[in-house]
């Protein structure tokens, strides 16, 4: 059984760093790209950013709102994905998902309970 | 960045067929199809249908997805209680190099 488990949200202040991260098991971690997905309060789905796998030298996309501010990084050792938030807005509060792609074709086919970030003074 | 077109809201009766939209341009939906979404309050989304319109392993055959040009649908027939939920579409943009999603619809079964 597949399972993804987010951990390390919490509140910030804004211009602050956080660091989060998602455990998986039940599958080959190494052979599937990784995406983040955000949710704010009440509102709609937003793509965070992308891992891809070794083949694809573990290159990374992200989010215009996001890009330059987040990094995703991933220990294919520790069957582990994270993602580092710094100088933090309030408009990044949300509930942060970890998603296991598809190989073929690529959809968001598994996801994590979601970690709650707060991003307020 | 631009995402999909879905209306924000459809209601059905119970036991009725709903069809739901998705409208993107050519350098999402109209050459990569659209996945598709269920998200019940507090939960987690889960995967309908892939942006190839198979659906993944123990989802309903009510849940089928299609793609005409630039928009995809998703229909659910004999709909159910349990049904009610918000759904989205999401896919890549090979233009823009990102995933895009919908901004959802709120499906409520009368």
């Known amino acids: 059984e597949v399972q993804l488990v987010e951990s390390g949200g919490g509140l910030v202040q804004p211009g602050g760093s956080l660091r989060l991260s998602c455990a998986a098991s039940?599958?080959?971690?190494?052979?599937?790209?990784m995406d983040w997905v955000r949710q704010p309060p009440g509102k709609g789905l937003e793509w965070v950013g992308r891992s891809r796998d070794k083949t694809k030298s573990y290159t990374t996309e992200y989010a215009a709102s996001v890009k330059g501010r987040f990094t995703i990084s991933r220990d294919d050792s520790r069957n582990s994905l994270y993602l580092q938030m710094n100088s933090l807005k309030t408009e990044d509060t949300a509930v942060y998902y970890c998603?296991?792609?598809?190989?073929?074709?690529?959809?968001?086919?598994?996801w994590g309970q979601g970690t709650l970030v707060t991003v307020s003074s | 960045q631009a995402g999909l077109t879905q209306p924000p809201s459809v209601s059905k009766g119970l036991r009725q067929t709903a069809t739901l939209t998705c409208t993107g341009n050519?350098?999402?939906?109209?050459?990569?199809?659209a996945a598709w979404l269920q998200q019940h309050q507090g939960h987690p989304p889960k995967l309908l249908s892939y942006?190839?319109?198979n659906r993944p392993s123990g989802i309903s055959e009510r849940f089928s997805a299609s793609r005409s040009g630039n928009t995809a649908s998703l229909t659910i027939t004999g709909l159910q209680p349990e049904d009610e939920a918000d759904y989205y579409c999401?896919?890549?943009?090979?233009?823009?190099?990102?995933?895009?999603f919908g901004g959802g619809t709120k499906l409520t079964v009368l």
């Open positions: 998603t296991r792609v598809n190989i073929t074709p690529r959809d968001p086919v598994d």
């Open positions: 942006r190839d319109n």
């Open positions: 039940g599958f080959t971690f190494s052979d599937h790209y």
């Open positions: 050519s350098n999402n939906v109209g050459n990569q199809g």
């Open positions: 999401s896919t890549w943009d090979s233009s823009l190099s990102v995933v895009v």
